[in-house]
């Protein structure tokens, strides 16, 4: 038998040398660890750095222009006069209840006139405001959702560029985009008929609506007159009336 098993000396320093060296290499692991450690980084770190950052440049332009002060003042007054505020009616005609009494008022309504406002525009060749075509150009946006930025359509909306009925009767176009249209709908000879229908656009103003149809009339390749507002105006009262359907519109 070894001697040196029984030595508590021995056992004493190998207890020690054995906890130091748990100890360093736990420094070791420490000091690695300390060294390198980082962050997790996910989609959503890297959305909210956007989101910061764009937050940050808003306050700060916000605040070039408007004092936190003058913004407290406002929320006071505000909030003073809230109490006082008495609702106003007001009558939002492009609001109607499908079946309502209105609803089937309207749909009996006689038909408008497309022929009159068609020929009520300007020629095909009248030189274009090209601020009409940058006010088009923005508002195009909430459509490229469907047809498309570059007007090539998708799966839930019918192609813009090219179009047979982007260049045809302009009646066509103000009318879809007071009362929507809904079932298929034959593009340069090739048939659409998607799931949802467009729904109308009626709450934009009649300008809005001239600049948007013009935009699309004179780009993505397409070349044709531009809208008015007098024309879009002339159609109000087809708001509220059922969607349309390719039958309803006029030939291109």
């Not at 750095?49 to 916000?62: H, I, L, P, S």
């Not at 946006?141 to 359509?153: D, F, P, R, V």
């Not at 929507?180 to 656009?201: H, R």
Request: aromatic letters at 8%; glycine letters at 6%; a negative charge.
């Amino acid at each position: 038998m070894d001697p040196n098993r029984d030595n508590p000396f021995l056992r004493f320093a190998t207890f020690w040398w054995g906890l130091g060296t748990f100890l360093i290499f736990a420094l070791l692991l420490a000091v690695i660890w300390f060294f390198n450690r980082k962050e997790p980084v996910t989609l959503e770190d890297v959305a909210a750095k956007t989101r910061y950052e764009t937050k940050a440049k808003v306050d700060a332009e916000q605040a070039a222009v408007l004092s936190q002060e003058a913004i407290e003042a406002a929320m006071t007054k505000v909030a003073a006069e809230l109490p006082n505020a008495k609702p106003i009616a007001v009558e939002k005609p492009d609001q109607v209840v499908p079946g309502s009494p209105t609803a089937q008022k309207l749909a009996a309504a006689p038909a408008a006139d497309t022929a009159a406002v068609d020929s009520a525009g300007p020629a095909a060749d009248a030189p274009i405001d090209p601020a009409v075509m940058e006010a088009g150009k923005a508002l195009f946006l909430t459509c490229s959702a469907c047809h498309g930025q570059n007007g090539e359509g998708g799966p839930i909306g019918p192609p813009l560029a090219g179009s047979d009925w982007v260049a045809g009767p302009v009646s066509n176009l103000i009318r879809i985009q007071l009362r929507g249209l809904t079932g298929p709908i034959t593009v340069s000879g090739k048939e659409y008929n998607f799931a949802a229908p467009m729904a109308p656009l009626s709450y934009q103003t009649d300008e809005q609506i001239a600049a948007v149809l013009t935009y699309v009339r004179n780009s993505f390749g397409n070349k044709a007159s531009a809208v008015t507002a007098d024309q879009v105006k002339a159609l109000r009262s087809e708001v509220g009336k059922p969607m349309l359907t390719a039958q309803d519109l006029v030939k291109p």
